[in-house]
T-cell receptor
């Protein structure tokens, strides 16, 4: 079993839809949770970071962490074609970081 | 541009050759990380420096791989006797020491193709 599980998709939604992306993990030591966006052939770009359980909102993006269920989510409201990318969840407790495989999202105009 | 930079962006080499990649982190970031990413997968941790000290190495990092960070500034990743299985995107990231969250900022990557 991988430490971090993420459905690779692909996920296709119409413009304006609410997108829900999720990851589960097995290591209860993880304390810091991040979401990265990666465009094709580019390096990952940090979107959101949360510590422990709870919600965090930044514009159209909301990150949720449920440590009791070992489950994290990223919601994108009013999705735009420019949101089309691969979204990677990541988590850490010390020096290194563990990534999910990434969910490929396409937002159609 | 004050982001993480990596050179070269692309490298094509023949099997058995040695290659070296360079990463320049964000200025004043103490931590520097190397990852490998293959198609359809998330980045896999390879190694990590705090200043010039290499603090952690993944089991994925075979003896053919070596990384350095002289003077705690830029870093190099060398792969000796390349194999076709080494073909991947090699990503570098940096992080400021004061942030316990370990937020990492990635460079654009070096895409390696081994023929």
């Amino acid at each position: 079993q991988k430490e971090v599980e993420q459905d690779p998709g692909p996920l296709s939604v119409p413009e304006g839809a609410i997108v829900s992306l999720n990851c589960t993990y097995s290591n209860s030591a993880f304390q810091y949770f991040m979401w990265y966006r990666q465009y094709s052939r580019k390096g990952p770009e940090l979107l959101m970071y949360t510590y422990s359980s709870g919600n965090k909102e930044d514009g159209r993006f909301t990150a949720q962490v449920d440590k009791s269920s070992k489950y994290i989510s990223l919601f994108i409201r009013d999705s735009q074609p420019s949101d089309s990318a691969t979204y990677l969840c990541a988590m850490s407790f010390s020096g290194d970081m563990r990534f999910g495989a990434g969910t490929r999202l396409t937002v159609k105009p | 541009d004050t982001g993480v930079s990596q050179n070269p962006r692309h490298k094509i080499t023949k099997r058995g050759q040695n290659v070296t990649f360079r990463c320049d982190p964000i200025s004043e970031h103490n931590r520097l990380y190397w990852y490998r990413q293959t198609l359809g997968q998330g980045p896999e941790f390879l190694t990590y420096f705090q200043n010039e000290a290499q603090l952690e190495k993944s089991r994925l990092l075979s003896d053919r791989f070596s990384a350095e960070r002289p003077k705690g500034s830029f870093s190099t990743l060398e792969i000796q006797r390349t194999e076709q299985g080494d073909s991947a995107m090699y990503l570098c990231a940096s992080s400021p020491k004061i942030r316990v969250s370990n937020e990492q900022f990635f460079g654009p990557g070096t895409r390696l193709t081994v023929l």
